[in-house]
């Protein structure tokens, strides 16, 4: 079963402009972290965030977690054709060793 | 290792065949996992080894599958009595020493039964 659930499923956008994806999840984890996937093939890694960080950047990434409500944003700024790809949002739960928890993903289309 | 490899990309099958699909992990990685994804949905999980182990097997959807890691390097994921419903990209990730680390992931390999 998969926990996350990414919002809106699909987002199209201008180059330039900035793109924001929301993830909402149901049990306490430990981390939450995002993933871009190109041309439904192998995915990678974009950042981690932990459940006691409230905000971590990555080059033109930003991320937010806010565990009171279970939920988690990815914002991308100055959007590019090459951010065309479907990205995810995974948790790692709070109850041991257990393997990650992905969401459907977000589709982002940036239109140059 | 440059990275996580899986072979073969594309693998085509009849339904009721047998199936087995490889996964090359980074050098060093510990941990190794298998994930379905069916289209227009995020990676599914299968089956997590720690080192030789299967520390977590409880994704895999029936008996018709099962994943070895002899040496704790290489795994493949074996499929029987393949099914039309078995039709997705099988994806494999790695990282360090499990748990909460990031995963580093394959190209997938995309299986499809006729």
């Known amino acids: 079963s998969q926990q996350g659930e990414e919002d809106p499923q699909a987002l199209s956008i201008q180059e330039g402009e900035n793109a924001t994806m929301n993830c909402s999840y149901k049990?306490?984890?430990?981390?939450l972290q995002w993933y871009r996937q190109n041309s439904g093939r192998g995915l990678v890694h974009l950042i981690l965030?932990?459940?006691?960080?409230r905000e971590k950047h990555s080059g033109r990434l930003r991320v937010t977690l806010d565990t009171s409500k279970k939920s988690s944003s990815l914002l991308i700024t100055a959007s590019r054709a090459a951010d065309t790809a479907s990205y995810f949002c995974?948790?790692?739960?709070?109850?041991?060793?257990?393997?990650?928890?992905f969401g459907k993903g977000t589709r982002l289309s940036v239109i140059a | 290792g440059a990275g996580v490899s899986q072979t073969p990309s594309n693998k085509v099958t009849e339904k009721g065949k047998y199936v087995e699909l490889r996964c090359d992990p980074i050098?060093?990685?510990?941990?190794l996992y298998w994930y379905r994804q069916s289209l227009g949905q995020g990676p599914e999980f299968l089956i997590y080894?720690?080192?030789?182990?299967?520390?977590?097997d409880s994704g895999l959807p029936n008996d018709r599958f099962f994943a070895v890691r002899p040496e704790g390097s290489v795994s493949t994921l074996k499929i029987q009595r393949t099914e039309r419903g078995d039709s997705a990209v099988y994806l494999c990730?790695?990282?360090?020493?499990?748990?909460?680390?990031?995963?580093?992931f394959g190209p997938g390999t995309r299986l499809t039964v006729l």
């Open positions: 990730a790695s990282s360090q020493s499990g748990g909460y680390n990031e995963q580093f």
């Open positions: 080894f720690q080192g030789t182990g299967a520390a977590d």
């Open positions: 995974a948790t790692a739960p709070n109850s041991g060793n257990t393997p990650l928890v």
């Open positions: 965030i932990r459940s006691n960080e």
């Open positions: 050098s060093g990685h510990t941990a």
């Open positions: 049990t306490s984890i430990n981390n």
